[in-house]
């Protein structure tokens, strides 16, 4: 978003990337829907398992293990280039190209009024950032009580799809419960996603093929290499990708950044006018420590998060149209002062393209009866996925230590624990969403936590506070105390609400970027 | 009161697998002994593959699957310790004994060789077209769901006594 604004305003824009991608996996995904694709082609192993059967789990179950053989890029050469040891946080990093934003969960929710403000961000400024971010990117959602906490005021959303049968009852049992629920804080609708349902600038609707985490081809739903691909065909943009930034240092007229090949090991020099770092917080993390070579930690704010698979008896053994999405099919908040300040999210999804071996092991049945008693659960199962927000605290923090293993020759460490009280608020706001869930006749059968770091949501660790103090961002986005390099990802934000976070950053990224060519 | 270091050994009375009464016991059968090579050899890999696809679907399953379980066994090697590769061999012997050992072994140890291998072949199975109408979600009734959860535990039952011998 930053390098569009950018380019848009006819400045002349490079940009260092990661760059890795897929070119294996994504030819192979036929040009057909989920249910045609697994009952007639010969070849689905290759995309489903993977041509090393990598995509079947026969270890630890990791962050990021959902990913599919075709989306297994993201992860690519991570483990090498962004080292991180910690006993306590489990995140997901990616060198992909445009970043974690190759697998997001499209997921669009604009911060309310009150948590921009904990967040430190600037009201009437994010409130055009956002506008600006929904058309280039697209957004379909509905009318209904979710709204006020997704797109709200937000205009030119496009129509949402056909949920799923099962979500569909659960979204009419709301209608019947509506008033019960929202005076318990509870408020039901469906998701806004950045899924088209309406052809935008050359990009197609969903056509429901239920491929959606397997292949871009449609191009229905925003990945940050469309916007890429666009910029590139403009002549003030250059990519130079398949590079790792290791640090910068500003100098008489300009900032110089240095990075590696990822290919080839080499160390390369890239020098500018200015710099927007969003290489995502834990990435920018490293540069900042590196490049003010020394050794303070730095804060860090993550959602906690879990899941809950949650049955719906009355969808037991019941019909699975061939058409539909496997993105998020409603969004439930818990907003229990009703000011849209302290508010926790659950996305539901129903569960059909990742497959049922994931789900085989789980069951303490022999693996033939488990797969006859899922065939028979499969459509009445909902997955509720528990967003809470997250504010600064004592013990979460970032540090660099050496590695002389490494090929940047450090590694972060992460040292991540919530307090008590936390934890005591958010299991019982988990057990207000189980509640309210029973009560639409959806029953939650376990709570499963992936661990802390496992909601990809990340920020908070140069926060805005404008003291111009070190490791502390302007209100611009510039990092304190350099003139010419600004932090355009989730760094500065000093509260993170539970909401879908992506939509909030790329608004910031196209602030930062604006604020940054006026300065 | 600890045991002096000159004690004697305690005696334990648990019944022990004799490796050569369980040759023995094979020969009388006219079976090889299990023990005599290596589990991974690629016919044991296809006849793995048949018993445990035929187990998991209820029928013989294609040889473009058998093929597909043979070159994942190459690709993801699964370590199989000891004890894993003698259930192996006596499932391959007792092809009707694999559900209860698969359904003991769900309870008792499920991260073993044995159910990282089964789940290796279901994965295979439901990628397969012939086969991937048993995986996909929907059909299927309540009796046969209350039916399998039923035998699920009676198989288990079965199952935990032959883990704990073999």
Same mark, same amino acid.
């Given at each position: 978003?930053?390098?569009?604004?950018?380019?848009?305003?006819?400045?002349?824009?490079?940009?260092?990337?990661?760059?890795?991608?897929?070119?294996?996996?994504?030819?192979?995904?036929?040009?057909?829907?989920?249910?045609?694709?697994?009952?007639?082609?010969?070849?689905?192993?290759?995309?489903?398992?993977?041509?090393?059967?990598?995509?079947?789990?026969?270890?630890?179950?990791?962050?990021?293990?959902?990913?599919?053989?075709?989306?297994?890029?993201?992860?690519?050469?991570?483990?090498?280039?962004?080292?991180?040891?910690?006993?306590?946080?489990?995140?997901?990093?990616?060198?992909?190209?445009?970043?974690?934003?190759?697998?997001?969960?499209?997921?669009?929710?604009?911060?309310?009024?009150?948590?921009?403000?904990?967040?430190?961000?600037?009201?009437?400024?994010?409130?055009?950032?956002?506008?600006?971010?929904?058309?280039?990117?697209?957004?379909?959602?509905?009318?209904?009580?979710?709204?006020?906490?997704?797109?709200?005021?937000?205009?030119?959303?496009?129509?949402?799809?056909?949920?799923?049968?099962?979500?569909?009852?659960?979204?009419?049992? &709301?209608?019947?419960?509506?008033?019960?629920?929202?005076?318990?804080?509870?408020?039901?609708?469906?998701?806004?996603?950045?899924?088209?349902?309406?052809?935008?600038?050359?990009?197609?609707?969903?056509?429901?093929?239920?491929?959606?985490?397997?292949?871009?081809?449609?191009?229905?739903?925003?990945?940050?290499?469309?916007?890429?691909?666009?910029?590139?065909?403009?002549?003030?943009?250059? &990519?130079?990708?398949?590079?790792?930034?290791?640090?910068?240092?500003?100098?008489?007229?300009?900032?110089?950044?240095?990075?590696?090949?990822?290919?080839?090991?080499?160390?390369?020099?890239?020098?500018?006018?200015?710099?927007?770092?969003?290489?995502?917080?834990?990435?920018?993390?490293?540069?900042?420590?590196?490049?003010?070579?020394?050794?303070?930690?730095?804060?860090?704010?993550?959602?906690?998060?879990?899941?809950?698979?949650?049955?719906?008896?009355?969808?037991?053994?019941?019909?699975?149209?061939?058409?539909?999405?496997?993105?998020?099919?409603?969004?439930?908040?818990?907003?229990?002062?009703?000011?849209?300040?302290?508010?926790?999210?659950?996305?539901?999804?129903?569960?059909?393209?990742?497959?049922?071996?994931?789900?085989?092991?789980?069951?303490?049945?022999?693996?033939?009866?488990?797969?006859?008693?899922?065939?028979?659960?499969?459509?009445?199962?909902?997955?509720?996925?528990?967003?809470?927000?997250?504010?600064?605290?004592?013990?979460?923090?970032?540090?660099?230590?050496?590695?002389?293993?490494?090929?940047?020759?450090?590694?972060?460490?992460?040292?991540?624990?919530?307090?008590?009280?936390?934890?005591?608020?958010?299991?019982?706001?988990?057990?207000?969403?189980?509640?309210?869930?029973?009560?639409?006749?959806?029953?939650?059968?376990?709570?499963?936590?992936?661990?802390?770091?496992?909601?990809?949501?990340?920020?908070?660790?140069?926060?805005?506070?404008?003291?111009?103090?070190?490791?502390?961002?302007?209100?611009?986005?510039?990092?304190?105390?350099?003139?010419?390099?600004?932090?355009?990802?989730?760094?500065?934000?000093?509260?993170?609400?539970?909401?879908?976070?992506?939509?909030?950053?790329?608004?910031?990224?196209?602030?930062?970027?604006?604020?940054?060519?006026?300065? | 009161?600890?045991?002096?270091?000159?004690?004697?050994?305690?005696?334990?009375?648990?019944?022990?697998?004799?490796?050569?009464?369980?040759?023995?016991?094979?020969?009388?059968?006219?079976?090889?002994?299990?023990?005599?090579?290596?589990?991974?050899?690629?016919?044991?890999?296809?006849?793995?593959?048949?018993?445990?696809?035929?187990?998991?679907?209820?029928?013989?399953?294609?040889?473009?699957?058998?093929?597909?379980?043979?070159?994942?066994?190459?690709?993801?090697?699964?370590?199989?310790?000891?004890?894993?590769?003698?259930?192996?061999?006596?499932?391959?012997?007792?092809?009707?004994?694999?559900?209860?050992?698969?359904?003991?072994?769900?309870?008792?140890?499920?991260?073993?060789?044995?159910?990282?291998?089964?789940?290796?072949?279901?994965?295979?199975?439901?990628?397969?077209?012939?086969?991937?109408?048993?995986?996909?979600?929907?059909?299927?009734?309540?009796?046969?769901?209350?039916?399998?959860?039923?035998?699920?535990?009676?198989?288990?039952?079965?199952?935990?006594?032959?883990?704990?011998?073999?």
């Amino acid at each position: 978003m930053a390098a569009q604004t950018l380019v848009e305003s006819g400045r002349t824009v490079l940009m260092l990337d990661g760059g890795q991608r897929d070119d294996h996996y994504g030819p192979l995904v036929p040009a057909t829907d989920f249910v045609t694709a697994r009952t007639t082609d010969p070849d689905q192993h290759r995309y489903l398992l993977g041509d090393r059967f990598e995509a079947v789990p026969l270890g630890e179950v990791r962050t990021g293990a959902q990913l599919t053989p075709p989306r297994q890029f993201i992860t690519e050469q991570v483990a090498k280039y962004l080292p991180l040891r910690s006993t306590s946080f489990f995140p997901l990093e990616s060198l992909a190209l445009g970043g974690l934003g190759s697998g997001w969960g499209l997921g669009c929710c604009r911060f309310s009024d009150q948590e921009l403000a904990q967040a430190g961000l600037p009201l009437p400024a994010m409130k055009a950032a956002y506008a600006v971010v929904a058309n280039r990117i697209g957004i379909s959602g509905a009318d209904d009580d979710a709204r006020p906490y997704t797109t709200a005021d937000l205009e030119g959303i496009q129509p949402t799809f056909t949920p799923d049968p099962t979500t569909a009852l659960l979204l009419r049992r &709301y209608q019947r419960r509506r008033g019960q629920l929202r005076q318990q804080g509870f408020h039901l609708g469906r998701p806004a996603l950045a899924l088209l349902t309406e052809p935008k600038n050359g990009r197609q609707p969903t056509s429901g093929r239920d491929l959606d985490f397997y292949s871009d081809t449609e191009q229905a739903a925003y990945r940050p290499w469309i916007t890429i691909e666009a910029l590139r065909r403009q002549a003030n943009f250059r &990519y130079h990708g398949g590079v790792l930034v290791v640090r910068f240092r500003e100098v008489e007229d300009g900032v110089e950044v240095d990075a590696i090949d990822i290919d080839r090991g080499e160390s390369l020099t890239f020098r500018a006018g200015r710099l927007l770092l969003a290489p995502g917080v834990l990435g920018t993390a490293r540069i900042v420590l590196r490049s003010f070579g020394c050794g303070d930690t730095l804060p860090l704010l993550c959602n906690p998060y879990c899941y809950v698979p949650c049955a719906v008896p009355s969808r037991l053994g019941g019909e699975v149209p061939r058409s539909g999405t496997g993105f998020a099919q409603a969004a439930m908040f818990h907003d229990p002062g009703g000011r849209n300040e302290d508010v926790a999210m659950a996305s539901i999804y129903g569960y059909r393209q990742l497959m049922m071996f994931r789900l085989l092991r789980e069951a303490p049945l022999a693996f033939q009866d488990a797969r006859i008693l899922f065939r028979y659960l499969l459509p009445a199962l909902l997955i509720m996925g528990i967003h809470h927000p997250d504010a600064t605290a004592a013990g979460k923090s970032l540090a660099l230590e050496p590695d002389p293993s490494s090929p940047t020759g450090d590694r972060l460490t992460a040292d991540c624990r919530l307090d008590d009280q936390t934890v005591r608020r958010n299991t019982e706001r988990e057990r207000g969403f189980f509640r309210a869930m029973r009560s639409l006749g959806a029953w939650p059968i376990k709570r499963v936590d992936p661990g802390y770091g496992a909601s990809i949501h990340f920020a908070g660790s140069l926060p805005f506070d404008g003291s111009g103090l070190p490791f502390s961002l302007h209100a611009n986005g510039r990092l304190a105390p350099t003139t010419r390099t600004f932090i355009a990802d989730g760094s500065g934000f000093r509260f993170l609400p539970a909401k879908s976070l992506t939509l909030s950053l790329m608004a910031n990224a196209h602030l930062v970027a604006t604020q940054a060519l006026h300065e | 009161m600890p045991l002096a270091a000159t004690d004697p050994p305690a005696r334990d009375w648990r019944w022990r697998r004799d490796p050569h009464i369980v040759a023995s016991m094979n020969l009388l059968r006219g079976q090889p002994d299990a023990g005599s090579k290596s589990p991974d050899e690629p016919a044991d890999v296809r006849r793995e593959a048949e018993v445990f696809g035929c187990y998991l679907v209820g029928s013989p399953i294609s040889p473009a699957a058998v093929d597909l379980y043979d070159r994942a066994s190459r690709v993801r090697t699964i370590p199989v310790p000891p004890s894993d590769a003698r259930l192996i061999a006596f499932m391959l012997r007792n092809r009707r004994l694999v559900g209860p050992i698969d359904g003991a072994l769900a309870l008792v140890r499920p991260q073993s060789a044995v159910r990282k291998k089964l789940l290796l072949m279901a994965a295979i199975l439901e990628t397969r077209p012939e086969h991937a109408h048993l995986f996909l979600p929907g059909g299927g009734s309540a009796i046969g769901a209350v039916f399998a959860g039923v035998r699920g535990v009676l198989r288990a039952l079965v199952g935990l006594p032959l883990v704990r011998l073999i």
